[in-house]
């Protein structure tokens, strides 16, 4: 008995040990299960994610879908390579998907597994305001948040899980964790907000995402606005006005929009639209 508390103390510090570098903030985050455990599992969701729910094929909606989905994670490769991160996003099998669903909702998981609702559409008004969507969703996925709000026993389970049957055989708790943690929340009731500096973050990269896509980045603001507007309704906790609020995200995102051109300018993009 003893003996075995031992272990699961040192297999804590051990978990607790591992860091990575959030290339947009060269800051430390704390990586407690690497990318090479965390990502089939996702992948293994996304699929089942996938397989439950409606998914559009075919239509303008899809198609745009797809396309703004291709220009944002190429954008991001271009900006990782440019910054000494090249080989950042070598584990990701990028994926774009419409489900028919009125949920105002949409996530990408990490390795670059996205899905959109079509209830989001509406407020999204066009391919801009997509892009400004599909920018902050992967800003999220590629800075880790979403394994940094998993709560330390949740990593704990995660990896335990991870470590000893892999992909195959994960069990229904593990998949509510990482579905809550990675954007899922809305499907399976509960939606953990990410923290208000996350949002933050995510807002001024995706920024720079949709910019250096050739989106205009002035036209995020804009979306936040019918956001604002829209808020409460079928909205889980990513989409609603509170966290930061909505007036906040709306001036940060003004004020931020001429860096992100010009940031998009060292790429070579020159018109937005
Ligand atoms: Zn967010």
């Not at 994926?95 to 028919?100: A, H, I, P």
């Not at 998981?109 to 066009?126: E, N, R």
């Not at 809305?186 to 949002?199: C, K, N, T």
Request: with cysteine; aromatic share 8%.
């Amino acid at each position: 008995m003893k003996n075995k508390k031992i272990v699961v103390a040192l297999g804590s510090v051990f978990l607790f040990l591992s860091c990575a570098t959030n290339p947009f903030t060269g800051k430390q985050t704390l990586a407690l299960v690497p990318n090479s455990q965390i990502l089939p599992m996702a992948f293994q969701q996304y699929d089942q994610f996938l397989g439950e729910n409606k998914v559009v094929k075919g239509t303008a909606d899809a198609q745009m879908i797809t396309r703004v989905g291709q220009k944002i994670s190429k954008a991001s490769e271009r900006w990782l390579n440019a910054n000494g991160y090249a080989g950042y996003l070598k584990d990701y099998k990028w994926e774009y998907n419409l489900v028919d669903d009125k949920t105002v909702n949409a996530w990408c998981m990490p390795g670059g597994k996205i899905v959109f609702y079509t209830g989001i559409l509406p407020i999204a008004d066009g391919e801009t305001g997509v892009a400004a969507i599909m920018g902050h969703e992967v800003a999220h996925a590629l800075a880790n948040h979403g394994q940094q709000r998993m709560s330390a026993s949740q990593i704990q389970q995660v990896a335990g899980v991870a470590t000893t049957v892999a992909a195959s055989g994960q069990n229904e708790q593990t998949q509510q964790i990482i579905g809550t943690a990675f954007g899922l929340g809305s499907q399976l009731g509960v939606m953990l907000p990410f923290s208000r500096s996350h949002e933050t973050e995510a807002d001024r990269i995706g920024l720079q995402l949709m910019a250096i896509a050739g989106y205009n980045p002035d036209e995020a603001a804009e979306l936040w606005k019918r956001m604002k507007a829209n808020s409460g309704g079928q909205a889980p906790a990513e989409f609603m006005s509170t966290h930061p609020s909505n007036d906040t995200r709306i001036s940060n995102l003004t004020a931020w929009s001429p860096a992100a051109k010009a940031e998009a300018r060292k790429f070579g993009v020159t018109s937005f639209k």
